[in-house]
């Protein structure tokens, strides 16, 4: 089953809407403050998960009285963020992909953890991408194929999450790469445009973060 994971960052009402819409048999994870974004949208999740310091009481209380929903309460003095333990729950819960929204804000910190947790569903060979309004953003580690119909905005973006990634080949890209090693710190990735109908990355070694993305 796919699990869709609304975190406490900015959501897009419209996107939440769209995923409801599209995927209603998603399995719904709340984290924390994202259960806010769920109640004024009068969504039910299946699980919630956090420490609960950073959401309204009475909307706590409203869906602690659901027996259906699980509630996962940790120590706020915990190793792993409130995101981190939403994914292994989605992990944990054999899901097919995972989508997570509200995983981006204003706190960069949060920002970027998020996006370095992906490699725990990448490791799991779970699909798991963190999409807003302007972006999408996942990580590969072997061959993987674009289709310029079907991406989130105009512009693809290669990071390493590794120290380096080697052997990354990009055809149907306006700026094609032959077997290239891009090492962190770099940033010749960034930008590039689909111009084919389809257009494939990859990879010989390392971890790239891809990032599709739109003004």
Do not use: W
Not at 31 to 37: A, I, P, T
């Amino acid at each position: 089953m796919e699990t869709l994971i609304v975190a406490g960052g900015e959501i897009d009402k419209n996107d939440l809407r769209k995923y409801r819409r599209e995927h209603e048999g998603y399995n719904i994870i709340a984290v924390d403050k994202g259960l806010e974004e769920l109640e004024r949208e009068n969504i039910i999740p299946n699980h919630v998960v956090g420490d609960f310091d950073s959401i309204s009481k009475k909307i706590l209380k409203h869906y602690q009285s659901n027996s259906q929903i699980i509630f996962h309460k940790y120590n706020p003095e915990k190793d792993n963020t409130d995101t981190d333990i939403a994914i292994q729950l989605a992990i944990q819960l054999q899901s097919s992909s995972i989508i997570i929204i509200g995983a981006l804000g204003k706190r960069m910190d949060h920002a970027i953890a998020n996006i370095h947790i992906l490699k725990k569903a990448l490791d799991a060979k779970i699909p798991c991408q963190i999409v807003d309004a302007y972006n999408k953003i996942y990580l590969i580690k072997e061959k993987y194929t674009l289709y310029k119909d079907a991406i989130h905005g105009k512009y693809i973006s290669l990071i390493p999450l590794t120290t380096e990634v080697k052997g990354i080949t990009l055809k149907g890209f306006k700026y094609p790469l032959e077997k290239y090693s891009l090492p962190i710190g770099v940033s010749l990735g960034i930008s590039n445009e689909i111009v084919e109908e389809e257009a494939t990355i990859e990879l010989e070694e390392g971890i790239l973060i891809v990032i599709e993305s739109r003004d």
